[in-house]
């Protein structure tokens, strides 16, 4: 079947948390996408490899995500363990969903290095980019690197939200130091965090 509108949403999710999620659903509810693919990465080209079990982010990504909207489907697209760009990932679900337009969801910050992504013209002539920006961020430096994005043939969407502000990296380094995260994760995830001993 094939389907008019998809958001793409890709990270490590090391782990998922609810910052995460209200980017996301704050995208759902601009786009309205017909399917939204949540995609854990397998090993991304940006980070260094996660010491978390792949299945481990995916099985957190489907607790925090799949509540959000019928839309949200967690793929595995990249559970290989292999490095994936993300044009490998567009293309994939061009092939699957032909004729569908894709929006790919990122933050504000990816927006300034977004020209240094492997094959970003590529990208950029396949995906509307959906930058997700905090209220309180600067609007005229966001545009000025959306503009240098839309010159190149770009077509880019300034999403203003208002965040939870906390990274995944805060969160690894709470946790290790015994700090409650219970405000910043859905609850099943902070259970199966405690459970599995992840981040001590």
Sequence with gaps: MESNKILIYGGAFDPPHLGHARLLETAINYVKPDI???IP???SPHKRRSGTPYWVRYDMAKRTFLSLSDSVVVSSLESKGRRNYTIQTVKKLIKKYPGSHLYLLIGSDMLASFPTWHLYRRILSRCTLVAGAREDEAVDKLERDADVLRAKGGDVIIL??????ISSTELRNMIREGS?????????????????GLYC
């Design 41 to 43: 990465t397998g090993v």
């Design 160 to 165: 203003r939200f208002s965040p939870i502000d």
């Design 36 to 38: 939204t693919f949540v």
């Design 180 to 196: 409650d995260c219970s405000r910043y994760l859905a609850e099943s995830v902070n259970d199966q965090i405690k459970k599995r």
